[in-house]
């Protein structure tokens, strides 16, 4: 069976010492941002890539080492340079191919980009090189965690526990020797958060703020996701991005620009899609060149504001950016099919399932069009598709778009059978739609 990556770290960055929530949460927050985008209805998180830290490329490329392309590529990811950060984790491999966290970074990349296969066998890869690593040093805490991150990935939840647990052993040990370690509480949240455990996780981001000026800005940031994230307590994390956005100077670009995307992220949860719309304008505006998931979530707002024709073109805007992810073509092809251009909102939906055969969101999008010009059988093979691949997901926000995308295809299949006079099958399929929990 083909197990779809969307686990909570097949979306992360990589969770290692000091590398800090919003670099461990990049990649789920665009997973939210994923299935937001290819929603008709409903509250769907979307959020900025928040990626890791900046590195210096003044080194000359016959100079570079691994760890060096490995970093360029982070570098390159947080810029929104997803094709080029891929190929420098190649470029890292080649020199050094035991080098696992560019392996776990390909990993991410082909899991963002809906590349199941590919993904699973970069992360069974970095799998390997962890396990040899400890076996060598089982002390080592940077590769327990990181062997979480990849197992989660792979679905093997029980073993990504385990993991995890021997790291925060470490960080225990470490605490009980200096309880006024920031950067191990910092880390110790970033285990926990990576667990699940998400209250336990803001409690240790509570340590780090009173025990490091210096770092409380970035630990209001990691709570503010927290909150969205992992609780869905929208009001919280607005309340958190805001004291950030006190701590962090005006003049600190790359953070305000990541507060003003988390806010936007906040307000769409919330349903304050006018006042998201102005936040994420306020990102783009901070980082123009580097945008592509403030456009769209500003699309996402766009849309649900009932503003099609400007979705659309910011919409364009993150495909000009970013044009092999399917889900910019699926949320194009919604507003396109709100406005009566079917046959364009049906080429959107085809380039979608170019990137994805397996886009379920594109397949219901199809579905309705064939519905609309009296296709029925056509309709129902598509919904049927749309119920196949509806996506599954860890995360309370993700659970609910993957229900509410079976429940409507149920009950527009439902729609297509009664049509064909199907009633009996017909009901059955708007029962089914109901147990998901489907309202009209």
Known sequence: MDVKIESLEARCGLLKSGAGLRSALGMIALAALSRLLKSGAGTRSALALIALAALCSCTFAQEMTSQDWYKKGLDLSKNGSYEEAFQAYDKAIQIDPQNADAWVSKGHIS??????????????????????????????????????????????????????????????????????????????????????????????????IEHSAAKAPGAWM??????????????????????????????????????????????????????????????????????????????????????????????????????????????????????????????????????????GAAWMGKGRIFYDNGRYEAAIEAYDKAIEFAPFNV?????????????????AKGEALMALGRNYESEAAVSRAGELGYEN
Not at 131 to 139: S, W
Not at 233 to 242: G, L, V
Not at 294 to 301: E, I, Q
Not at 395 to 411: E, G, Q, R
Request: a negative charge.
């Open 395 to 411: 995360t309370p926000v993700l659970d609910l778009y993957a229900m509410n995308l079976s429940a409507t295809a149920w009950h």
């Open 222 to 359: 990691d709570k503010a996701m927290c909150y969205s994230e992992g609780l869905g307590m929208i009001n919280e994390s607005i309340d958190a991005w805001a004291m950030a956005a006190e701590l962090i100077p005006v003049d600190d670009i790359e953070n305000q620009s990541t507060i003003w995307s988390g806010m936007a992220k906040s307000l769409s949860d919330a349903g304050r899609y006018g006042e998201a719309l102005q936040a994420y304008e306020k990102a783009i505006e901070l980082n123009p060149v580097h945008g592509w998931p403030n456009w769209s979530g500003k699309a996402y707002a766009l849309y649900m504001l009932g503003r099609y024709n400007e979705c659309i073109e910011a919409c364009d805007a993150a495909i000009e950016m970013l044009p092999e992810h399917p889900d910019i073509w699926v949320c194009k092809g919604n507003s396109l099919y709100h406005l009566g251009r079917l046959e364009e909102a049906l080429e959107a939906y085809d380039k979608a399932l170019e990137f994805n055969p397996k886009e």
């Open 111 to 208: 899991s963002f980009m809906d590349k199941t296969d590919d993904a699973r066998k970069e992360y069974e890869i970095a799998l390997g090189i962890l396990n040899q690593t400890l076996e060598e040093n089982p002390q080592d805490d940077s590769a327990w965690i990181e062997k979480g991150v990849v197992l989660s990935c792979l679905g093997r939840d029980a073993e990504a526990i385990d993991a995890r647990e021997n790291a925060l052993e470490i960080y225990n040990r470490t605490l009980q020797k200096n309880p006024g370690d920031a950067s191990a509480w910092e880390t110790k949240a970033l285990i926990l958060a990576g667990m699940g455990r998400w209250d336990e996780a803001i409690k240790a981001y509570d340590e780090v």
